[in-house]
């Protein structure tokens, strides 16, 4: 008898599998849940890591698209190489040799922003149950990652200089992790800037114990004062086993999508395979714009303008903040970057008073997501970048009437 002429009860179909465990394990990003939340043009947000529109380079981008579909149509809108369009790579090896980290174009490899770059490194290095270290607190996305890998995430004390070497000396030598993760300049979520003798102790603890440092840089560019630190896969100790990674994101244009990763030769190639798995190469065109944009532009005079701006919006907040937050409050002052970190009395609880901020139009990110180890629920970051002074100023008023009315 077949299907066809059966005339009897059909059977219910059986459940589909299971999704894998990793995916379950993982939740989303609380700080996207968060954004969808104050969508509204009328909420004033210090909740998203966004640059400001207004100041992207728009009419300078579009003529880099006109100009290569104009003369390299053919060329632009094919499959390319998976390490990356090779005049944007020498642009890059040529902003990283100025900076003071001589670089040749062979040792980048172009992705989809940095974050692609942190799940290349994941898949490349990190089997279930290796050890990764990270600061405490720590960009959420790369929690994400290193959860999806499968890896053990150990949190190591940082304090208002950024991560502690002694802590680290401790947790490496007692958990024996394959790579540490750390944003050493205007951290994300903290704002903070690691100092150069502790980034020469990091550089020390990995050359001793045989580690990876992935070094990630996406704010380093947005400095508004004080002297630049020079990078930790700078630092000769380090050099061998550090892989940089950057981002045009923060400097150009999220929307682009485009980031880097700098890494020695091995590692770089393991990636390249990786990426050809995930999704062969980067946008052939979106690529070729970007190159054409940093030939026929001045990406330098573009960041100053740029800085400028987020002076002025940092300085509001931090001028605000006093004013705004309930007595007993601390908060950090960045030297660039786009975040202040903040922290409310003992015993207040930021995920809680978000809900009175929102109601009242305004929002900020509670910092209690961004913990490896356990949270402080007191703690909150505030971005400055999206907004103009006199925005921020409204902002203020409205999140120090949220928290007053919380607090009763």
């Known amino acids: 008898m077949t299907p066809s002429t059966y005339a009897g009860p059909v059977p219910a179909p059986a459940p589909a599998p299971p999704l894998a465990a990793r995916a379950a394990s993982v939740g989303s990003s609380p700080v996207r849940e968060i954004l969808a939340l104050t969508e ?38 094919q499959y390319s190489t998976t390490e990356g369009d090779p005049a944007l790579r020498a642009a890059v090896a ?13 040792e980048l490899v172009v992705t989809t922003g940095s974050q692609q770059a942190l ?16 600061e405490d607190p720590t960009y959420l996305a790369a929690l994400q990652c290193f959860g999806f890998a499968g890896a053990r995430v150990v949190p190591v004390r940082s304090d208002d200089a950024g991560l502690d070497p002694v802590a680290l000396a401790e947790a490496v030598e007692r958990e024996r992790p394959k790579l540490l993760y750390l944003i050493p300049t205007f951290q994300n979520p903290t704002g903070r800037t690691l100092p150069l003798e502790r980034r020469r102790a990091v550089a020390e603890i990995a050359a001793r114990y045989g580690m990876w440092i992935v070094e990630d840089d996406p704010y380093g560019e947005l400095r508004f004062e004080g002297e630049s630190e020079p990078w930790v896969a700078a630092l000769p100790r380090a050099a061998d086993r550090t892989v940089l990674l950057g981002s045009f994101s923060k400097v150009l244009a999220p929307g682009l999508r485009l980031g880097w990763l700098r890494a020695p030769a091995a590692l770089r190639r393991a990636c390249v395979v990786v990426k050809q798995s995930l999704d062969l190469h980067c946008s052939t ?9 940093l030939a026929d532009n001045d990406l330098d005079a573009h960041l100053a303008r740029v800085r400028d701006a987020y002076r002025v919006r940092r300085d ?31 015993g207040r609880d930021a995920t809680e ?5 929102v109601a009242r139009d305004v929002a900020y ?10 949270a402080d629920p007191a703690s909150l ?14 902002g203020l008023r409205r999140l120090g009437g949220a928290l007053r009315a919380g607090a009763r």
Do not use: K
């Open 285 to 293: 065109v979106d690529q070729a714009a970007a190159a054409r944009y």
């Open 381 to 394: 970051r505030l971005s400055f970048t999206t907004h103009s002074a006199e925005e921020i100023r409204e």
């Open 40 to 77: 509204r043009p009328d909420v004033i947000s210090f909740a998203g890591g966004l640059p400001a529109p207004e100041l992207f380079a728009a009419e300078e981008i579009r003529a880099a698209y006109d100009r290569v579909l104009a003369d390299e149509p053919r060329r632009v809108l």
């Open 353 to 357: 008073l978000l809900h009175d901020a």
């Open 316 to 346: 509001a907040l931090l001028d605000g903040l006093a004013a705004a937050l309930p007595p007993g409050s601390t908060w950090n002052r960045p030297q660039g970057g786009m975040f202040v970190w903040a922290r409310l009395p003992e």
């Open 94 to 106: 040529g902003r990283l040799a100025a900076r003071g980290l001589p670089t040749v174009p062979d």
């Open 119 to 134: 799940t290349l490194l994941a898949t490349a290095l990190l089997e279930p149950g290796d050890t990764v270290l990270v």
């Open 365 to 374: 990110v509670p910092g209690a997501p961004f913990f490896a180890g356990p």
